[in-house]
T-cell receptor
Framework: AQSVTQLDSHVSVSEGTPVLLRCNYS??????LFWYVQHPNKGLQLLLKYTSAATLVKGINGFEAEFKKSETSFHLTKPSAHMSDAAEYFCVVSAMNRDDKIIFGKGTRLHILP | DAGVIQSPRHEVTEMGQEVTLRCKPI?????LFWYRQTMMRGLELLIY????????DSGMPEDRFSAKMPNASFSTLKIQPSEPRDSAVYFC???????????FGDGTRLSIL
């Protein structure tokens, strides 16, 4: 079975400062992990995915995430926030190569302060 | 690419009426997903298809909900009869040869009065 916990429901950062959105997972099998972004009144957009290759995964818009098995974490980071990054972010886990359920986290809303 | 296209974007109807939501996936994609999003429950997978065949419909709330995919370029989600608790944003998504979904539509905002 899989589960995913996004540790913060809201995060506020100033424009130009680093972003850290935290995600912890639990999985009985080797996990596949994903981050999605949702802008207001829009569908979700896939930012990046981890599927057992490099543990540091680079995504679109300057985001990256690092898979840390020992910490069961997959935190999303960006060196410098931009106003356009204000959105909701979802961490997702599924079991690699299995048809188990895909589990979405409850989301973290990122606020960018001018 | 046109992306995943959903219609209508907004639907307001009275309790008891039939509601039909439509989705056109990205051409060539073989997986299609229907999700529901509410503030209380977050994002829930209702059903997904692979090559037009329903694979997992365990998320469909009850018999009032049904989904079909008559061909690779079209799917519907039907609610009959509708209830106020069905009010939500319904997303369709598609992907090529993989789960979870890669591309989402912009959703249908459904309000049942």
């Amino acid at each position: 079975a899989q589960s995913v916990t996004q540790l913060d429901s809201h995060v506020s950062v100033s424009e130009g400062t680093p972003v850290l959105l935290r995600c912890n997972y639990s999985s009985s099998y080797s996990p596949s992990l994903f981050w999605y972004v949702q802008h207001p009144n829009k569908g979700l957009q896939l930012l990046l995915k981890y599927t057992s290759a490099a543990t540091l995964v680079k995504g679109i818009n300057g985001f990256e995430a690092e898979f840390k098995k020992s910490e069961t974490s997959f935190h999303l980071t960006k060196p410098s926030a931009h106003m356009s990054d204000a959105a909701e972010y979802f961490c997702v886990v599924s079991a690699m190569n299995r048809d188990d359920k895909i589990i979405f986290g409850k989301g973290t809303r990122l606020h960018i302060l001018p | 690419d046109a992306g995943v296209i959903q219609s209508p974007r907004h639907e307001v109807t009275e309790m008891g009426q039939e509601v039909t939501l439509r989705c056109k996936p990205i051409s060539g994609h073989d997986y299609l997903f229907w999700y529901r999003q509410t503030m209380m429950r977050g994002l829930e997978l209702l059903i997904y298809f692979n090559n037009n065949v329903p694979i997992d419909d365990s998320g469909m709330p009850e018999d009032r909900f049904s989904a079909k995919m008559p061909n690779a370029s079209f799917s519907t989600l039907k609610i009959q009869p509708s209830e106020p608790r069905d009010s939500a944003v319904y997303f369709c998504a598609s992907s090529l040869a993989s789960r979870p979904p890669q591309h989402f539509g912009d959703g249908t905002r459904l309000s049942i009065l």
